[in-house]
Structure formats: C-alpha cells, structure tokens
C-alpha cells in the first residue's frame, strides 16, 4: 500500500522567509510523487512533480522540492514566500507498481503567509 | 486551452435523493479520475476510466455509487439515495494518458450537500 504524511496541518511564515512544507511517503518501488495547491473553494492546482532524474524538481510560481529517498521524503520550499501563496498544499504520491491507478495524497497543510 | 470543467459547482439534496454529477475532462485526456474531499476523510479515489478499458472501480465507498464515460469524452457520477455521509467536494481529474507519471489536472469540483 502507498501512504503520505503531512507532518504539519499548518505553517506560519513571514512575507519575505524561506517557506518549506514537509512530506514524506511511503510505496512499493520507485515513486512519482505531486504536489498540488488549493486555494478556498478551488479544486487543485498543479504544482510540481518528480518523476525521475535530477532530485531538485523546480516548478510553478517559484516552488521547488527536493527529492530524497533515503529520508523518503519530498519537501516543498520556496525562497522567498509571499501573502499570495496562502493556501492549502497536499503532497501526492503514486507507486511506480502497484497501488493501482491512483493517486494517494496527504492530509494537507495550510500554509499561512503574513505581512 | 480549456481544462477540466464539472457541473454543478454547487447541489444540495434531501436525504434519499439521486443526483448525478457531470465532469469534462480536457480534450484529448484518454484518463479520467473521481476523487472525493471530505473534512473526516481528506481525499479519496473512487474511480477510474482509460479509453476503453473496464473502469477500476476499487475506490467506490457502496454500491449507491457508478459512474459512466461516454465516448471516451465525459463521465457522469451518480449517488442513489444519498445519504447525509455523501456530503462532500467530488472532484475529477483527466491525464493524457494513463502513465503513473502523467500529470493529473484537476477540476473545480461540485460541493454536494445532502440536508
């Protein structure tokens, strides 16, 4: 079976700091592993994702993750986080084999962003 | 281009009631996917279409739940007798094409409240 965790249900940062949401993952094989954003009354919107290759994933609106499988984890940061990244995030994972034809997020975080 | 659209955005019910919510995945998607959010579940698989293959089915919580894909083009979810339970986001996804690394674009979602 193929699991998520989302550590943290929220993340409090200033406008201007560092921004790192946590994920880490579990499933049988190599991963493909998402993230999507939500924003309030909004389905999801893709973010970024790691299918192969080179472990730093750069993505939409200045988010990037690392994937490391060692830690099985695959954390979303951003340099410099802005009011506007407000939202919930969900971090996705889809099994190479097994684990059928779906994907398996996490719980969510919110993330909020202040002035 | 125009990406995944559902209808309706919003369907309230009485206890008992069938409804029936429509997705239109992009264009040239062969892969379509229901997900549910709930606030007691977080977000949940219930079924999946490729082409013309049989649906995985395998997330569908009770036999008050099918779903459809007509032409290849767009699917329709239907609850019998819905129960209060039911009330959640149902939202829907399309790829194009079914690889465990292709990127699922969701919809907007339809909120379906059952009174």
């Known amino acids: 079976a193929q699991s998520v965790a989302q550590p943290e249900d929220q993340v409090n940062v200033a406008e201007g700091n560092p921004l790192t949401v946590k994920c880490t993952y579990s499933?049988?094989?190599?991963?493909?592993l998402f993230w999507y954003v939500q924003y309030p009354n909004r389905g999801l919107q893709f973010l970024l994702k790691y299918i192969t290759g080179d472990n730093l994933v750069k993505g939409s609106y200045g988010f990037e993750a690392e994937f490391n499988k060692s830690q099985t984890s695959f954390h979303l940061k951003k340099p410099s986080a802005l009011v506007s990244d407000s939202a919930l995030y969900f971090c996705?994972?889809?099994?190479?084999?097994?684990?059928?034809?779906?994907?398996?997020f996490g719980t969510g975080t919110q993330l909020k962003v202040e002035l | 281009g125009a990406g995944v659209s559902q209808s309706p955005s919003n369907k309230v019910t009485e206890k008992g009631k069938d409804v029936e919510l429509r997705c239109d995945p992009i264009s040239g998607h062969t892969a379509l996917y229901w997900y549910r959010q709930s606030l007691g579940q977080g977000l949940e698989f219930l079924i999946y279409?490729?082409?013309?293959?049989?649906?995985?089915k395998s997330g569908l919580p009770s036999d008050r739940f099918s779903a459809e894909r007509t032409g290849g083009s767009v699917s329709t979810l239907t609850i019998q007798r819905t129960q209060q339970e039911d009330s959640a986001v149902y939202l829907c996804?399309?790829?194009?094409?079914?690889?465990?690394?292709?990127?699922?674009?969701f919809g907007p979602g339809t909120r379906l409240t059952v009174l």
């Open positions: 279409f490729q082409g013309n293959s049989a649906p995985d």
């Open positions: 499933v049988s094989g190599n991963p493909y």
């Open positions: 996705a994972v889809r099994g190479f084999t097994g684990g059928g034809n779906k994907l398996t």
């Open positions: 996804a399309s790829s194009l094409a079914p690889a465990q690394g292709d990127t699922q674009y």
